[in-house]
Each structure stands twice: as C-alpha cells, then as structure tokens.
C-alpha cells in the first residue's frame, strides 16, 4: 500500500450513493473534504472521518481532485457553469470526475468548459447500486481522455472494483444510460413473470430458482429479486425501502427516450419501461425502491403471505 499516493479531495454531493462513496475514500486513506445541502449527511462523514465544508466553493480549499454525485443533470450544470459555479474557482491542474448520471450532451457541455480553462475532467457514472457503494464494489463507466482516466483510476479504485473507458466526453453517461434502460426493462419483466407464476399457484422462491438456472436468468432475478421474502437483504424484502428510487429509475429513462430523439434509435421496450415506472411514481411510489415496479404489475398477489 505504500505506493499509493493520498490525495486531497472535495466530495460534492452525500446521497445514497455519494456518501459510501465519500466514505470508503477515507477508509482508503485519503483527506476527504465533503459538502452537501443535508447537514445531517455532512455529520455522519466528519464522524467517519472526513472534513465538513460551509459550502461547495469552501469544499474546494487545498483540493487536488474534485468528485461530485449529484441527482440530475441541471443540478451538474448549474454547479459548476451556473451562478456563482465552481469551475471558475477551481485551480488549473486540478481532476474533476463527475459520478452523477446525466445527459451526456450536459457532460459534453462541462468537460469542455472544464478543458478551455486547463483541467481534466471525466465523466464516471456508476453501476452496483447502494450496496455497491457501500462495498466499494461499484462498477466505473468513463468517458473523457485516457490520460484523464489514469489520473483518477487509484482514487476509483478505492470505490470500485470494474472501470471501463467507454470513450470521449459524455461516452460514458451514454453507456450507463443504455445498461439502466436495459435494468428497468429486465425488472419489470421479472416481475411481470414472478406475478404470473403467483397468480397460477406457484411458489416465487421456487420459480426464481427454476428461473435463475435457466434461459430467462438475468441479475434482477438474481441479485436484486424483486417478490418480498424471496432474497434477504434486497428492498422487495424490506418494504421496498432504500436501493435505487423508483424516480432516479424514470429520470434514467428519460435520459434513455431523450438520447433516442437525438440520435433517431428506436428504443420500444424502453419507452414501455418509461411509461409502467411513470404510473408507478404517479401513483405514489416514486421513493420506493425500482424493484417496487411489482406493485404496480400485481397488486393482489402482494397482499398475500409470500
């Protein structure tokens, strides 16, 4: 581990995602200075071991790179291009990664304005989920110049286990918008599948089984099982409660729908998903977990003992 160089670094953003990122950046050893709207969230990582920021710009004091994780495009955009932005105060040399999942075109936007004034910067949207960050098992989709990405691969390491180089700015956002547009398909799928065997008297945990061992196996079913009481540790069996947001999933397909605009790509499944978590959080459930997307497929079948 000696080889390892610490780094100072300003963490912007302490969501479900960025706080166990922010965190496992200083089990690893590096000065993590952190700032985010929830105060609450600000003090859970000074006890862990962080330094607390007033503020954004203050986050940025002695900062060798810069991390954000923030929920949409237009809160990136507007903090460092907006009013009062941070890419004005950050010093020449400095990396920037950007973990949010947003527009790429957005992505494209800051990291060339972040190139004009001489500093680096990456998009690196995540894959694993809470307990990925959690783990520091996330898996990193890169997109800027492959100098850019060496420069941060040992502080995405300490995060995660998997970084890919998808290609130029905003590639990377591109990428994971195409994996979490295939994710909401692949869940409300196996829901669908879960509830019809349900429906017809089979068991869910046996029809999982049967399921994961054959050709409809897929990672919702197997990591992630949406039916309550079929997998410990998963949000079905919790309530639906933490995870990935039933409203962070229809943003992401959003994303997806406006990608396919631009580029004129078809994407039928896609917009399907759209609409089915779009009744979802309209109905109420936009805080739930994804997986939740069963409650709008099978209602009744929930409100039997599983």
Same mark, same amino acid.
């Given at each position: ?6 780094? @100072? ?11 166990? +990122? ?5 089990? %690893?050893?590096? =000065? ?16 862990? #071991? ?16 810069? *991390? ?15 009013? @009062? ?10 990396? *920037?990664?950007?973990? !949010?999942? *947003?527009?790429?075109?957005? %992505? /494209?936007?800051?990291?060339?304005? $972040? %190139? ?7 998009? &690196? ?8 960050? &959690?783990?520091? =098992?996330? =898996? ?5 110049? !492959?100098?850019?990405?060496?420069? $941060? /691969?040992?502080?995405?390491? %300490? ?41 017809? #008297? ?8 049967? +399921?994961?061992?054959?050709?409809? /196996? ?17 949000? &079905?069996?919790?309530?639906? $409660? #933490? ?18 605009? =631009? ?29 939740? *997307? ?13």
């Amino acid at each position: 581990m000696s080889n390892i160089v610490m780094s @100072n670094i300003a963490f912007i953003g302490l969501g479900n995602m960025g706080a166990p +990122m922010a965190h496992n950046l200083v089990k %690893a050893g590096h =000065t993590v200075t952190v700032y985010d709207l929830s105060q609450a969230a600000v003090a859970r990582l000074v006890e862990a #071991g962080a330094h607390p920021a007033s503020s954004a710009s203050a986050a940025l004091d002695n900062a060798e790179i810069v *991390i954000s994780m923030l929920p949409a495009s237009a809160h990136v955009e507007s903090l460092y291009l907006g009013e @009062n932005g941070i890419l004005a105060q950050i010093p020449e040399g400095t990396l *920037i990664i950007d973990c !949010s999942t *947003i527009a790429p075109q957005v %992505a /494209r936007k800051v990291a060339l304005a $972040a %190139a004009a004034k001489g500093l680096s910067m990456i998009d &690196a949207p995540v894959s694993g989920g809470t307990a990925g960050a &959690a783990a520091g =098992t996330l =898996t990193f989709i890169v997109g800027g110049s !492959s100098a850019a990405l060496e420069l $941060a /691969r040992p502080v995405l390491s %300490a995060m995660g286990k998997n970084i890919f180089h998808a290609g130029d700015y905003g590639a990377g956002q591109t990428a994971k918008i195409c994996n979490n547009m295939l994710l909401g398909v692949l869940m409300a799928g196996t829901s669908e599948a879960l509830a019809l065997g349900v429906a017809n #008297g089979l068991d869910p945990k046996v029809l999982s089984d049967i +399921m994961s061992k054959s050709s409809g /196996r897929n990672w919702a079913l197997e990591v992630y099982n949406p039916y309550p009481g079929v997998m410990e540790n998963v949000p &079905a069996s919790k309530h639906y $409660a #933490g995870g990935f947001g039933v409203d962070l999933m229809l943003k992401d397909l959003g994303l997806a729908a406006e990608a396919a605009l =631009t580029a004129r790509a078809s994407i039928p499944l896609g917009e399907l998903a759209r609409n089915l978590y779009s009744l979802h959080s309209q109905g109420g459930s936009g805080s739930l977990d994804f997986s939740s *997307i069963l409650k709008l497929i099978a209602p009744a079948n929930l409100d039997k003992p599983s």
